[in-house]
C-alpha cells in the first residue's frame, strides 16, 4: 500500500506540474509538457510520477 506522503506529493505535482520540475531541477526555463502514463514495467511503485519536460536552451 502506497504511503499517504507519496500520495500527497502525487496530487501535488498534478496541481503544478511547472513549479515542481523548477524546483526539483532548479532549473528556471523548464516547462511540463505532460504527465505521462504510470504503466510502464520499470515504474515501481502506483504513486510514481514521470513528467515529459522541454527547456528552449537545452533542446
Known sequence: MAKP???S???LISLAPD????WVTQMPDIVA???LNS???WISRESDVLIR???PQRE
Request: aromatic share 10%; hydrophobic share 40%; no cysteine.
Open 5 to 7: 506522503a507519496d500520495v
Open 9 to 11: 506529493t502525487k496530487k
Open 19 to 22: 513549479n515542481w520540475v523548477k
Open 33 to 35: 509538457s505532460e504527465i
Open 39 to 41: 504503466e510502464f514495467q
Open 53 to 55: 519536460v522541454a527547456s
